[in-house]
C-alpha cells in the first residue's frame, strides 16, 4: 500500500524569506500524481501545485515549485518570498495512475506559521 | 475545475442522532470522495460514491454508520448516524479533476461537533 510521510509537523518562516517542506512516499507504481494541498483556517482545502510522475521537469506555480526526486520517492514544497497569507497546514498527497485508483493518500500534514 | 458547495458549514449534534451533509457539484461527476479529518489529523478516505451504485467504503467505515446517497451526477449526500462524540471531525467531500491529473477539488468542509 501507498503511504505518504510528512517528517515536519511544525515550521516556521520569516515573511519574505523562502522555507522547505518535506515530503517522502512509497510506492510500488511507476506512474502516479504527487501534489501539494493548502488548509487556512477557514478549512478550505487548495491545490497549490502538482507533479506528473513521468515528468522530470519540476513543477513551478509563482512563488510554489517542489524538487522531485522520483528516485528517492521525495516531493518537496519550497515557498519563496513567504507571505503571512501562506501560514496554513500543507498537506502532500499521492495519487495512483489510471481510473482505479481514485483516491488521494495524505500525509499527516505540515503546519507552517509566517512571522512579520 | 468544479466548484462544490457543501452544506452545513458547521453543526453541533446531540449524541445518538444523525445528521446529514449535502454536497452539490456545479457539473457532472462520475466519483465523489468523502474524507473524515479528525481535529489535528490528517484526511482519511471514509467512501467513493458512484452513481447508480453503491458506495465503496474504506476499511474501518461501514454503511450502516455513513450511508452515502448519489442520486445523480452532481449531488451527494453523507450521513453520520448515532453519533457520539468520536464522530467530531471535518468532514469534507471532494470530485477529481479533468483525467484525474489536475487534482481534486474540495467542498469547503462541515465542522461537526458531538456533545
Known amino acids: 500500500a501507498q503511504t505518504v510521510t510528512q517528517s515536519q509537523p511544525e515550521m516556521s518562516v520569516q515573511e519574505a524569506e523562502t522555507v522547505t517542506l518535506s515530503c517522502t512516499y512509497d510506492?510500488?507504481?511507476?506512474?502516479?500524481?504527487l501534489f501539494w494541498y493548502k488548509q487556512p483556517p477557514s478549512r478550505q482545502m487548495i491545490l497549490v501545485i502538482r507533479?506528473?510522475?513521468?515528468?522530470?521537469q519540476n513543477a513551478t506555480e509563482n512563488r510554489f515549485s517542489v524538487n522531485f526526486q522520483k528516485a528517492a520517492k521525495s516531493f518537496s514544497l519550497k515557498i519563496s518570498d513567504s507571505q503571512l497569507g501562506d501560514a496554513a497546514m500543507y498537506f502532500c498527497?499521492?495519487?495512483?495512475?489510471?481510473?482505479?485508483?481514485?483516491?488521494?493518500?495524505f500525509g499527516k500534514g505540515t503546519k507552517l506559521s509566517v512571522k512579520p | 475545475s468544479a466548484v462544490i458547495s457543501q452544506k452545513p458549514s458547521r453543526d453541533i449534534c446531540q449524541r445518538g442522532t444523525s445528521l446529514t451533509i449535502q454536497c452539490q457539484v456545479d457539473?457532472?461527476?462520475?466519483?465523489m470522495f468523502w474524507y473524515r479529518q479528525q481535529p489535528g489529523q490528517s484526511l482519511t478516505l471514509i467512501a467513493t460514491?458512484?452513481?447508480?451504485?453503491?458506495?465503496?467504503?474504506e476499511s474501518g467505515f461501514v454503511i450502516d454508520k455513513f450511508p452515502i446517497s448519489r442520486p445523480n451526477l452532481t449531488f451527494s449526500t453523507l450521513t453520520v448516524s448515532n453519533m457520539s462524540p468520536e464522530d467530531s471531525s471535518i468532514y469534507l467531500c471532494?470530485?477529481?479533476?479533468?483525467?484525474?491529473?489536475?487534482?481534486?477539488?474540495f467542498g469547503s468542509g462541515t465542522r461537526l461537533t458531538v456533545v
Open positions: 498527497a499521492y495519487k495512483g495512475y489510471g481510473g482505479s485508483q481514485g483516491n488521494l493518500i
Open positions: 471532494s470530485v477529481e479533476g479533468p483525467g484525474g491529473s489536475y487534482g481534486y477539488t
Open positions: 510506492t510500488s507504481e511507476s506512474d502516479y500524481y
Open positions: 457539473s457532472q461527476v462520475t466519483m
Open positions: 507533479q506528473e510522475a513521468y515528468k522530470q
Open positions: 460514491a458512484n452513481q447508480g451504485s453503491e458506495a465503496t467504503y
